[in-house]
């Protein structure tokens, strides 16, 4: 009874395998120039995201450095 079940496992981890062969050739990868754009879109919005956030902790330093009369 354990062999079948051994033999049943494999063929479930075979069938899994060529699922995921057959899933990974429906993708649909971006080009090159894609990849490069979305880049570039995400590098612009980090640097305008670090810019807001620096300036809230410079603002919020001065605010408790005023409020501690330091």
């Given at each position: 009874?354990?062999?079948?079940?051994?033999?049943?496992?494999?063929?479930?981890?075979?069938?899994?395998?060529?699922?995921?062969?057959?899933e990974?050739?429906?993708?649909?990868?971006?080009?090159?120039?894609?990849?490069f754009?979305?880049?570039?879109?995400?590098?612009?919005?980090?640097?305008?995201?670090?810019?807001?956030?620096?300036?809230?902790?410079?603002?919020?330093?001065e605010?408790?450095?005023?409020?501690?009369?330091?």
């Amino acid at each position: 009874m354990s062999e079948e079940k051994k033999a049943n496992a494999f063929k479930r981890i075979g069938r899994s395998i060529r699922n995921m062969k057959g899933e990974m050739s429906r993708v649909v990868w971006p080009s090159r120039k894609q990849v490069f754009n979305n880049t570039g879109v995400v590098l612009i919005f980090m640097g305008i995201a670090a810019i807001i956030i620096g300036g809230f902790d410079l603002i919020m330093a001065e605010l408790v450095r005023r409020a501690l009369g330091a």
